[in-house]
C-alpha cells in the first residue's frame, strides 16, 4: 500500500498545483468552475486548468517514460512520439 501511495503522491501534487495532496472538490479550478454561471466562463477556467496540470505532470510522465536527454537510448520512447509500443510488439 505504501509503494502505491508513494506513486500516486507526486501525480496528485502536481494535480493540484499544490506540495500536499488536494481532495478534487477543493482545488481552486474545481471551485472557480462551480462558481462560474457562463458555460463558456466554465470552458475556459477548466481549458487553463487542464494546461497548467499537463504542464506539472509532463515531468513526471516523462521520466516514467526514460525520456532521459544524456542518452540516445534511453530517450527513445521521446523521439518515437510515444508509439513505442506500437514498434517494441509489432
Do not use: M, N, W
Given at each position: 500500500m505504501v509503494a502505491i501511495a508513494l506513486f500516486w503522491?507526486?501525480?496528485d501534487m502536481a494535480i493540484s498545483g499544490?506540495?500536499?495532496?488536494?481532495?478534487t472538490?477543493?482545488?481552486?479550478?474545481?471551485?472557480?468552475i462551480r462558481a462560474e454561471p457562463d458555460a463558456a466562463g466554465k470552458l475556459?477556467?477548466?481549458?487553463?486548468?487542464?494546461r497548467s496540470i499537463q504542464e506539472r505532470l509532463a515531468p513526471l510522465f516523462r521520466g516514467g517514460l526514460g525520456c532521459?536527454?544524456?542518452?540516445?537510448d534511453a530517450s527513445y520512447?521521446?523521439?518515437?512520439?510515444?508509439h513505442y509500443l506500437e514498434?517494441?510488439?509489432a
Open positions: 503522491l507526486p501525480i499544490s506540495d500536499t495532496a488536494v481532495p472538490e477543493k482545488r481552486e479550478y474545481v471551485q472557480a475556459r477556467i477548466y481549458s487553463a486548468a487542464l532521459d536527454r544524456t542518452s540516445p520512447p521521446c523521439q518515437s512520439g510515444g514498434h517494441e510488439f
